[in-house]
């Protein structure tokens, strides 16, 4: 019985050893390498960054009051007012004086038609004056819209002269072109602006013409010829149906400080033409200048309306200019165009765009023979101050050069 107790005793003893080394051994696989001494410690990787978090590490910094932490796009101190955007008033122009201002820009206009008054100079200057010569010279006059029957008795007068002059010198011929030339414009010509106010109303100017003209600018450009001889000017746009129209000639008024009456697009013409003299009459003006709608003659019921606009504005007092607008590129077609315009409404004088760049100034003596009505400015060129008063002899001595 002993020895049968002391079997199971050392049998449970082997057993006990056994497992023990089967678990020192799994505990051994489960333990890490040493680390070799050579080695920097390893630590545990870092995290994978969330959103928000910095891409660099934070460093430290000085901890802040909250009165001292600026806030964003401040720039100014807190004590600083902030400052308030005014708009200006637009800047009040010193238009160039009229005196002598087609003097000025007669170098413009003499290179625009050289064809006329030097092709002219250079055929009488040839030693025989035979038919083919008087030919060529009734040719440069028709094709600057001289007309038919001014250039007949220009050329008549001219060989005249020539044949009783015999000798013919440059300076000779010179001074007796321009004296034809000038003969043909008609300096007697009356080409004075009614600009002057009456005891009770301003004076009244109306601009008319057709399309295409340059008529509102030429109403604008107007208001600084009277501003700059000391007149003040009240503008009125009776030009309804274009739509930048009145906003074109209230900018022109603003850079002289003339006032513009307007009204709503498509309005009645008559009635705003109406409200503007009697604006000027409020304020004292001595000119109000009213721009019409560019109206083509073949169309009656505009051309009527134009006349209604006139006899509406004649209630307040007289109209003292009706200014017809012509291009002077048109030739020919500018004198149908004043025809027609002279029939509805009296024409006092003409106005002649557009001259910087054609040499078709011989328009000028047929428009004033066709009507009997002078040109009293001539347009030279876009800018502000490129409306002149027509002078026969400055105009004349820009044809025909030095």
Do not use: C, Y
């Not at 035979?130 to 008549?156: F, M, N, R, S």
């Not at 600084?224 to 000391?230: E, F, K, P, S």
């Not at 009145?246 to 109406?274: K, M, N």
């Not at 002279?342 to 760049?357: C, F, M």
Request: charged residues 25%; hydrophobic residues 40%.
């Amino acid at each position: 019985m002993e020895i049968v107790v002391l079997a199971v005793v050392i049998a449970l003893v082997v057993i006990l050893g056994a497992g023990g080394l089967v678990v020192g051994s799994r505990r051994k696989k489960r333990q890490l390498p040493p680390t070799p001494p050579s080695s920097p410690s390893v630590t545990a990787p870092p995290a994978e960054p969330h959103v928000g978090d910095e891409a660099e590490t934070p460093r430290e910094e000085p901890r802040r009051t909250i009165e001292e932490v600026e806030l964003p796009g401040a720039t100014a101190a807190p004590d600083a007012v902030e400052e308030v955007q005014v708009p200006q008033a637009p800047v009040i122009e010193q238009p160039e004086p009229t005196a002598g201002r087609l003097v000025r820009l007669r170098s413009r206009l003499s290179r625009s038609q050289n064809s006329l008054g030097k092709g002219l100079l250079t055929l009488l200057s040839r030693e025989r004056l035979d038919e083919d010569t008087w030919e060529e010279i009734e040719e440069i006059l028709l094709t600057a819209d001289v007309g038919v029957a001014p250039t007949q008795e220009l050329v008549e007068r001219l060989r005249t002269r020539v044949r009783v002059l015999g000798t013919r010198t440059p300076d000779e011929l010179r001074g007796l072109l321009r004296e034809e030339l000038i003969t043909l414009l008609d300096p007697e010509l009356d080409r004075t602006l009614r600009t002057e106010s009456h005891e009770e109303s301003p004076a009244v100017l109306m601009v008319v013409g057709v399309n295409g003209t340059g008529k509102t600018t030429t109403t604008g450009k107007l208001a600084r010829v009277l501003v700059a001889d000391g007149h003040s000017v009240v503008l009125g746009a009776a030009d309804t149906f274009r739509a930048a129209a009145a906003d074109q000639l209230q900018t022109w008024g603003e850079r002289v400080g003339a006032r513009t009456v307007r009204g709503p697009e498509g309005g009645d013409p008559a009635s705003i033409a109406f409200d503007a003299v009697k604006e000027g009459i409020a304020e004292g003006a001595d000119a109000v200048l009213i721009d019409t709608a560019g109206r083509l003659h073949t169309k009656t019921g505009l051309m009527d309306e134009l006349g209604k606009v006139k006899r509406v504005v004649e209630k307040h007092g007289p109209v003292d200019e009706v200014l017809l607008v012509l291009d002077a590129t048109t030739g020919q077609n500018g004198l149908v165009q004043a025809r027609v315009f002279a029939e509805v409404v009296d024409i006092t004088g003409i106005v002649l765009t557009k001259l910087d760049g054609t040499a078709k100034g011989g328009i000028v003596v047929a428009v004033q023979r066709d009507l009997g009505v002078p040109v009293k400015l001539i347009g030279l060129g876009e800018g502000a101050d490129d409306l002149a008063p027509f002078e026969p002899g400055a105009f004349v001595d820009a044809l025909i050069g030095d």
